[in-house]
């Protein structure tokens, strides 16, 4: 992201220090238990660093207090500390006799990980900054994760991740259960989070043309590559309705007009091809039948089952859910693959709502959705408001696509935290700017 000439105070300074850390040392670090337990060690990772980032954020806060420095609260913060007292809350009430609503082991996103986004939220949005520094850091981690997944999308098995004598195609159920790459692990969630990286370092590329254009944009086409190749659908679906709606935003102002012509042109093509053509590929068929009101619990790789089953039950426990991270324990039928013959060949305890709106409102309540929500579309409208500076655009850009992403991804303390991350530097940036601007 471009340097910036307003004052970087030494609070700042350590802020970007920590990012720069936490972006590298969680995204490249794999765990030394294979892919089984990359979600552990990442979580006690993550729980480290944010240890210490609300040690240096409690510091900063007493200290401006002493000093009758204290600033009050934005909306989207006053909105994410909303968010947080009714996930709380959400965990005190839980309802399911099974499981534990403030920790729990099968996506690790129980009360105390989603209460940790939220202070890190806080701590960031007041004295982060998305300094060049964080881009550099962002596009050299980048490089050598990217260089990971080639390597293990070519049949490679670098650092041992996966069982021994395996490779990243015995996944799926073909020899182990699951699909991995990266030192992430689970490919939805690397789809998610490309759909995140991806349009940061196209973008940027774009507006830096003059310095070191060419390898950013190498790397952009790379985590492009690896996007597709894995064909998890999630992260190519929220690339696209994304960078529909970012060149909706981010295009100059005198060609607004005929690029919303032309996305809405292409929309209703699109809408018309499927309708009249079923398409022998697994989603266009989906959508062709859809389009047509034919609807399966199959479709969406079983997602329809899922979402159709948590529906049916939200209005019982609409107000606090049935706690954070307890899709598991909530009796919800599980989901179960047949042959030809309608033998049971495949079963599935549901864990998440693949589709992380429906998450919330399902497991912390529709206060906690209307929270999370309004933080969003908080910061959604200062990306709009200041689209023409730099890092923020940039930051909105990969922040729209990954949220577009998470409407058919599960969530979990591995990706999760980026995108809190992106939100708190986007809402940092924005204060400093309005700031600067109330000063002139």
């Known amino acids: 992201m471009p340097r910036r000439k307003h004052k970087r105070t030494q609070n700042t300074i350590l802020a970007e220090i920590w990012t720069g850390i936490f972006v590298s040392l969680y995204l490249l670090f794999p765990g030394f238990s294979g892919f089984q337990n ?3 060690w990442k979580t006690r990772l993550f729980y ?16 401006d207090l002493r000093r009758n420095a204290f600033q009050g609260l934005t909306i989207a913060q006053a909105a994410a500390l909303a968010f947080l007292g009714f996930t709380v809350l959400s965990a005190v009430f839980s309802s399911t006799e099974r499981g534990n609503p403030w920790y729990s082991s099968v996506t690790r996103e129980g ?17 982060g900054n998305p300094a060049e520094m964080l881009y550099r850091v ?4 980048m490089i050598p994760f990217c260089f990971l997944c080639l390597l293990q999308l070519f049949g490679a098995n670098p650092l041992q991740l996966y069982p021994a004598g395996l490779n990243y195609y015995d996944g799926y159920g073909v ?9 992430i692990g689970n490919v939805d969630l690397v789809s998610a989070f490309l759909a995140l990286v991806s349009p940061m370092l196209l973008l940027h590329a774009v507006k830096n043309r003059k310095r070191r254009f060419l390898p950013e944009l190498v790397l952009a086409l790379v985590c492009l590559i690896v996007l597709f190749w894995i064909r998890v659908l999630c992260g190519p679906v929220g690339l696209i309705i994304g960078s529909a709606v970012c060149l909706a935003i981010l295009c100059p102002d005198k060609y607004r007009a005929r690029i919303l012509l032309l996305l809405g042109g292409a929309g209703i093509a699109c809408i018309l091809v499927l309708w009249l053509f079923d398409l022998p590929i697994g989603m266009l068929h989906e959508l062709h039948e859809i389009l047509h009101g034919r609807f399966e619990d199959s479709f969406g790789t079983g997602r329809f089952y899922i979402w159709r089953q948590m529906l049916a039950r939200i209005p019982k426990q609409l107000w606090f859910g049935v706690g954070p991270d307890m899709v598991r324990y909530s009796g919800l039928t599980p989901f179960y693959r047949y042959d030809s013959f309608g033998n ?41 408001r200041a689209r023409r500076d730099a890092a923020i655009s940039i930051l909105g850009a990969g922040l729209v696509c990954f949220l577009c992403a998470m409407l058919f ?6 990706i999760m935290p980026f995108c809190w991350l ?11 700017l309005r700031a600067a601007k109330e000063q002139t």
């Open 38 to 40: 990359i979600s552990g």
């Open 48 to 63: 480290l660093l944010a240890g210490l980032l609300i040690v240096f954020g409690a510091i900063l806060f007493f200290r």
């Open 111 to 127: 009360a105390v990980t989603l209460c940790l986004y939220v202070l890190m939220f806080l701590i960031l949005s007041r004295w």
């Open 138 to 141: 962002l596009f050299w981690t």
């Open 175 to 183: 020899r182990y259960k699951g699909a991995y790459l990266g030192t």
């Open 344 to 384: 049971i060949i495949d079963s599935a305890n549901l864990t998440d709502a693949h589709c992380y709106p429906l998450q919330i409102l399902y497991c912390q309540g529709l206060p906690a959705l209307l929270s999370w929500l309004s933080l969003v579309g908080v910061t959604l409208v200062h990306w709009i």
């Open 409 to 414: 991804c599960i969530s979990s303390v591995i």
């Open 422 to 432: 992106t939100m708190a530097l986007i809402e940092a940036r924005y204060a400093r």
